[in-house]
């Protein structure tokens, strides 16, 4: 009876070198495995890097486009003859500054016509102490001027400007002694006698309803004064009397 052969060098071979190509098989899939591994995330990689560059070209296209559709937007409306929506613009409160230019035949289009029945409102304007125009709010009586009203333009209702202009100024003397508190100061005041030219004029046009000229009244020095710093000097102009200037605008504002 035959035997079967005894395990030889030859089957162990056999046997060892299936192992090995077993072990090689495995070996060579982990291999295929890790590299389909990479490769897989390489293109998603790649995927992902192309997804962001189309993205990011899309929002760059877009830009031009919006602007187009602005644009179009803009002529059709244009086209439609629809006019653009304008913010109303609303004029600036008059103040008694305003009324200045009158003196020279200067116009306010927005104070009140000037009719010579009835009583008027009146600004008056005199010089400060480096000769500008200022509005007096102290010589007049009250219910002859407007008062100032921040809620509504009360200046709108002045139909005739007083104007008292400088036409000759003389120093005749230097007023010193001024104290700031109790501290003696080096400022100084030029005291000038003076004569004004006097008019009254409509707000509206300019036009001179009357005139005349005035001197100084009260050639003392002033007691009050305003300085900038402690050696200041000023001018002083001598005003014209009160009483003389009312009864000259009377029978044009109240007459």
């Not at 929002?59 to 179009?72: H, Y």
């Not at 003696?184 to 004569?195: A, E, R």
């Not at 002033?222 to 009377?250: C, G, H, R, T």
Request: net charge neutral; aromatic share 6%.
């Amino acid at each position: 009876m035959p035997r079967a052969p005894a395990p030889g060098p030859r089957t162990r071979l056999f046997r060892s070198g299936r192992r090995r190509r077993q072990s090689v098989t495995r070996d060579e899939e982990h291999e295929h495995s890790t590299r389909r591994r990479i490769a897989t995330a390489q293109y998603a990689g790649m995927v992902e890097m192309i997804a962001n560059v189309r993205r990011a070209w899309r929002g760059l296209a877009l830009i031009p486009v919006a602007m187009v559709t602005v644009a179009g937007c803009g002529d059709n409306t244009r086209g439609d003859g629809a006019a653009p929506a304008t913010t109303p613009v609303v004029p600036m409160t008059l103040t008694g500054s305003d009324f200045k230019g009158v003196c020279q035949g200067a116009t306010v289009s927005r104070a009140a016509p000037y009719s010579a029945a009835g009583s008027h409102k009146v600004v008056m304007l005199s010089p400060d102490n480096k000769a500008n125009l200022v509005e007096d709010t102290s010589t007049l009586p009250a219910d002859w001027m407007v008062q100032s009203d921040s809620a509504g333009d009360a200046y709108t209702r002045i139909d005739t400007v007083a104007c008292v202009q400088i036409a000759t100024a003389d120093e005749i003397r230097t007023c010193d002694g001024y104290k700031d508190g109790d501290k003696p100061t080096k400022n100084t005041v030029k005291l000038n006698s003076t004569t004004y030219n006097v008019s009254v004029r409509e707000a509206t046009t300019g036009k001179v309803l009357g005139a005349t000229t005035l001197a100084s009244a009260d050639e003392s020095c002033p007691m009050f004064v305003f300085f900038d710093n402690d050696a200041q000097v000023q001018n002083y102009y001598a005003p014209p009397s009160s009483d003389e200037l009312i009864a000259f605008l009377k029978p044009f504002v109240q007459p």
